[in-house]
């Protein structure tokens, strides 16, 4: 898989995998802390524990990054102990 790049995050937006047609979820970035491993195109890795995480930038090549929203869904066979139930759309 090919790195993808932008100019800015209104062009990476443009160009970012948004999983239509496929299961997937979205992080609705609220402003809140994250903590998240990174792992740059250069090899390094890193964690991060920050607010308004919307971009990382390694600490090892100067790479900047704008994090994707979009998250993978895997469907699973067998249902685990602890799992979110989403509510019915009629319910908003």
């Not at 609220?30 to 250069?42: F, W």
């Not at 890795?45 to 930038?57: G, I, Q, T």
Request: with cysteine; hydrophobic share 30%; net charge negative.
């Amino acid at each position: 898989m090919d790195n993808k790049k932008a100019k800015d995050s209104e062009a990476a937006r443009k160009i970012q995998e948004t999983y239509e047609g496929k299961p997937h979820g979205w992080v609705q970035w609220k402003g809140t802390d994250v903590c998240m491993d990174v792992y740059c195109k250069c090899g390094e890795h890193s964690h991060v524990d920050a607010d308004f995480a919307y971009h990382v930038k390694c600490p090892s090549c100067g790479t900047v990054y704008m994090c994707n929203a979009h998250i993978e869904m895997i469907e699973l066979e067998e249902e685990p102990d602890h799992c979110v139930v989403t509510p019915e759309l009629d319910e908003y």
